[in-house]
């Protein structure tokens, strides 16, 4: 996320704070340097050159270029701006009964799939949400609504089949809703490949019946400058509350999001971060802001973590760590916490100055796969004793998992260095610290780095 945007900001800060002095010379090149990144980034042109003249309008100011260190005061600068241009305060979803939300956006944005998210976002916050199907144009919408709702134990309303009354099924829904013990409803609408009178005359009735507390668009943020276009069509056909950007694990420029809030001027309400159906999060621009900029995002790695990891389980792993009896199958259970948390690259990209760190190596998230498919070619006494993993053995899981003898040796050589730190308390220390980012930085071989 942001990738190409983050890595051009990086390099002018380090620029500027190369200077023990700076200059206005010093200050315009590096906006130049910045316009160019956000324009790359695919941020819209009016809104980069305004966000561009705020920076520099701040950074030239006296108190700036005669400081200690203007470079750090630049940076502070460019995040307070950032997180401003993001939507500075987060808004809060209403939820104020009856607590109706449509779901608006084109087809392919991930409109159904995020619907089914924001269900099970709010259940975890205490609510009790319902979800009622109303894409009458798209029949797979409604059987595909159905499933998630199975997955993640949501009650569904679904249309008669073949009903095309849109208004119909939304009174018909009413009637099932208070039926429910919810309190909140989710109504997902009918999408098309673009914009078109029909689809809007749909949802402006829907929408006069319901009169639902928030309408959210679900935007696509990878479609760069047409999701901004879409998001002011929408906006001026039915009133949006808020917006849902999507896919934005995927996205390595960005410049949608950071469009969308100035374009709009409707904030962006939560975030689409990966495929599986608890990848979506209320939106902070704060610490979006930070993460651009290269600061991190501990608050977000915390609460990953708080949902990915078993307490109890935790405590045996340190456990067994002390004791040095950790084996294979307790590697496996770290690999599956660590794509709990959105993968490794997810992680080091949370975790403070890691990512400048971590330039130049690869991080790629298909290792713990590799991993994974190793391990799970062994035996459970294999994976307990993996001193018995002698030649043909290994041939043997090599053929499993569909890797080379090379990598499962690398991977068994790794797993031994890493029991004989364990016993070695100043090297475990050691390899934390270098995992934590202090001096020698990079990720230990052992954390599926083959």
């Not at 016993?423 to 610290?433: I, P, W």
């Amino acid at each position: 996320m942001f990738d190409s945007l983050a890595d051009n900001l990086q390099g002018t800060f380090k620029k500027l704070r190369g200077h023990g002095k700076l200059t206005e010379k010093n200050v315009s090149d590096a906006m130049r340097e910045v316009r160019l990144a956000l324009l790359e980034a695919d941020v819209e042109f009016s809104v980069a050159k305004q966000f561009i003249a705020n920076v520099k309008e701040k950074a030239m100011g006296e108190a700036v270029l005669k400081s200690v260190k203007p470079g750090q005061q630049i940076v502070k600068i460019f995040q307070d701006e950032m997180t401003g241009l993001l939507g500075g305060d987060k808004e809060p979803i209403n939820l104020d009964p009856p607590a109706y939300i449509m779901m608006v956006g084109l087809n392919g944005a991930g409109k159904t799939t995020t619907s089914a998210k924001l269900a099970l976002h709010l259940r975890k916050q205490g609510r009790r949400p319902l979800l009622v199907a109303c894409d009458l144009f798209r029949p797979a919408a409604v059987d595909q609504l159905e499933t998630l709702a199975k997955q993640i134990d949501i009650p569904i309303f679904k249309p008669e089949p073949g009903e095309k009354d849109l208004i119909k099924v939304a009174k018909a829904a009413e009637k099932w809703i208070k039926e429910q013990n919810g309190t909140v409803t989710i109504f997902d609408t009918a999408g098309r490949q673009e914009i078109d009178e029909e689809l809007i005359g749909e949802l402006k009735e829907l929408h006069k019946y319901l009169s639902p507390k928030e309408t959210l668009l679900v935007a696509d943020s990878a479609t760069g400058q047409q999701a901004v276009s879409v998001a002011q069509h929408f906006d001026e056909a039915v009133g949006i509350s808020g917006i849902v950007l999507t896919k934005l694990d995927g996205d390595a420029r960005g410049g949608a999001a950071l469009s969308m809030r100035t374009v709009t001027n409707k904030p962006i309400k939560f975030a689409g971060m990966g495929e599986k159906m608890s990848d979506l999060e209320a939106f902070d621009p704060e610490r979006l802001a930070g993460r651009i900029l290269g600061m991190g995002d501990v608050v977000g790695l915390v609460e990953a973590a708080a949902d990915a990891i078993d307490e109890k389980e935790a405590m045996r792993m340190a456990e067994k760590m002390r004791k040095a009896t950790f084996d294979f199958e307790d590697f496996l259970s770290q690999m599956r916490m660590m794509k709990k948390m959105g993968g490794l690259s997810n992680i080091m990209g949370m975790i403070p100055g890691m990512g400048a760190q971590m330039k130049g190596m690869e991080v790629d998230d298909d290792m713990l796969k590799h991993t994974e498919a190793i391990i799970l070619s062994m035996t459970p006494k294999e994976r307990a004793r993996p001193q018995i993993l002698n030649a043909s053995r290994r041939k043997r899981i090599a053929k499993g998992s569909g890797m080379t003898v090379t990598k499962v040796n690398q991977l068994i050589k790794q797993f031994s260095m890493m029991r004989k730190m364990m016993k070695n308390k100043g090297k475990m220390n050691k390899m934390m610290k270098q995992f934590g980012g202090g001096k020698g930085g990079g990720l230990p071989k052992g954390l599926g780095g083959f």
